[in-house]
């Protein structure tokens, strides 16, 4: 007998809990005083994501940033030390 599949026309369990995500609203001062006192591992910092610019130290400069929510500018993100270089 053939396993009955999620219409077309109805959003998944995990597009439903994306959306939610994606409507809360603080997310990055949150995740930024976070960030400040404590060492978030990878982990869990993995699903930690959100929109917005960033601030990112790099020797002797620092640049801004737009964090799309990838994992490329999460790592850039919740690596980095506010106040410190990479």
Partial sequence: MPRA???????TMRKIARKLYRAIPF????????????SVPEPIYRHLHFRGVIDVAAEET???MWHHGYQIENEVFWSERPGKPM
């Fill in 62 to 64: 620092s640049f801004r």
């Fill in 27 to 38: 997310k990055q001062p949150a995740y930024e005083t976070l960030r400040r006192f404590l």
């Fill in 5 to 11: 599949t999620p219409s077309a026309g109805f959003p």
